[in-house]
């Protein structure tokens, strides 16, 4: 137990499972039967799973579910979605199914620029480096050119170059702050391929650059990285109605819900403590989107909440108002995504996903996204000002305790219909089954 190995990585998968079996498990055969009861039964589609990471021992399974009946920009789409979470899918397709009626989501990309950097130390004068810049900015094209010739191809490429002084934050730093626009691709390796290109073309000029001293052409080029913080890669979205139109079942006062859940937003918008929790919701809706498809959700991830925090104090992503009797309720969110590359040609349930969602463009699918965040928000903020989260949440959660105690179908049938009128919490569901079973 807890002992060291040598060159783990150079082990066969068998043995890789056999030492995890050995070292970690009481019973190895049993451990050994578990992990291999979720290999696939084809091993060309299980040697494919074995590759997208190293040292693998199995798959890790998650449900994928849908949420039908989003109405987006009016058309509408059954969204997959990923997640281990009971409720988040159900509350999706619920709102989808509320706003549906209602005129539907509204989404806009206004913005889908990316950002890399060059990050490096200069020790010289400031004056002289602008100079060299000015002077050299066109090679940093140029000398990418092979690199950016397929993507101009498709409409993209890098946008801009510039020289950033960060010296009044960290002694002799400098960056080379470039944009690009990736169409659909989500672009992490071409841009990080151009900024190390960008790198190597600012060491060799600066030692060819007559105007430094000697000391002044030897830049130190500390990294060259893409930043997941993308701040102009934004899309919107949103719904409205008037008030009235927002009765239902449970909203039998629009007027009442409508100033209860601004002020819910409000309460968002002002309090880190509830805003993490409420931000934690949307990216319910976000990260099961983005994990169907084969995206990157800790990058997402990284880049929403640093938005969430632009104004030096972290608050909602969502917004809401009434004006004019008009309910609107919307949310601007940073979202760098892509269509192609990465699993979305390789992972068969990821091009799955992308074709029930009609293959879409980057710039559809951040819309498809960002509204499917939305829709979690405004579930949990309906239920929230409304019935309390519980409600909803626990009668999903019931399903995992009754898997735990693999009940039976009689006893699921008895279970459920006492809970039809009764509390539901964790310990009493056990205690029923527990009494059901003396």
């Not at 002992?3 to 998968?13: I, M, R, T």
């Not at 890789?16 to 070292?23: F, L, M, Q, R």
């Not at 934004?234 to 109605?241: D, H, N, P, Y």
Request: hydrophobic fraction near 40%; glycine fraction near 6%.
């Amino acid at each position: 137990m807890n002992n060291a190995v040598a060159g783990f990585s150079k082990l066969s998968k068998e043995d890789k499972i056999n030492w995890i079996a050995t070292e970690y498990f009481t019973n190895p055969t049993e451990a050994i039967t578990t992990i291999k009861q979720y290999w696939n039964n084809d091993s060309k589609l299980q040697q494919l799973h074995d590759e997208f990471i190293e040292n693998t021992i199995t798959n890790f399974y998650l449900p994928m579910g849908i949420a039908p009946n989003f109405l987006i920009n009016n058309n509408y789409y059954s969204v997959p979605m990923v997640i281990e979470e009971s409720s988040v899918v159900a509350a999706a397709a619920k709102s989808a199914k509320y706003w549906s009626t209602r005129g539907g989501f509204k989404a806009t990309v206004l913005n889908s620029e990316k950002i890399g950097q060059v990050h490096f130390i200069y020790k010289g004068d400031v004056q002289k480096l602008e100079n060299f810049f000015h002077t050299t900015k066109s090679k940093f094209f140029s000398e990418t050119e092979n690199i950016t010739k397929n993507m101009q191809k498709r409409g993209g490429g890098i946008l801009d170059i510039e020289l950033r002084n960060k010296t009044n934050e960290l002694e002799n730093y400098f960056q080379l702050h470039a944009t690009f626009e990736t169409k659909d691709s989500m672009g992490a390796n071409f841009i990080n391929s151009c900024l190390e290109q960008f790198a190597k073309t600012l060491k060799v000029e600066a030692q060819n650059y007559d105007g430094f001293s000697e000391e002044e052409k030897n830049i130190q080029v500390v990294m060259s990285i893409l930043s997941n913080y993308v701040p102009n890669c934004i899309v919107r979205a949103e719904v409205s109605c008037k008030i009235e139109d927002l009765a239902e079942k449970k909203i039998e006062n629009p007027q009442e819900f409508a100033e209860k859940f601004v002020q819910a937003v409000k309460i968002a918008e002002i309090e880190p403590f509830r805003a993490v929790t409420h931000n934690k919701g949307i990216m319910n809706g976000i990260d099961s989107v983005i994990l169907a498809t084969g995206n990157d959700f800790r990058a997402v991830e990284a880049g929403v909440h640093a938005y969430a925090s632009r104004n030096g104090k972290y608050s909602s992503l969502s917004h809401a108002k009434i004006e004019n009797g008009v309910f609107t309720f919307w949310m601007e969110i940073p979202l760098a995504l892509g269509t192609v590359g990465g699993l979305t040609s390789l992972h068969p349930l990821v091009k799955m996903a992308l074709q029930i969602l009609g293959k879409p463009s980057a710039h559809e699918l951040m819309q498809i996204v960002a509204v499917t965040g939305l829709a979690q928000n405004f579930a949990a903020l309906r239920s929230l000002t409304t019935t309390g989260i519980q409600e909803g949440h626990m009668k999903m959660h019931i399903n995992n305790i009754l898997n735990q105690f693999q009940t039976s179908d009689e006893e699921r049938i008895m279970i459920k219909k006492h809970f039809e009128s009764n509390t539901i919490s964790h310990a009493a569901v056990v205690e029923f089954i527990e009494n059901l079973r003396k």
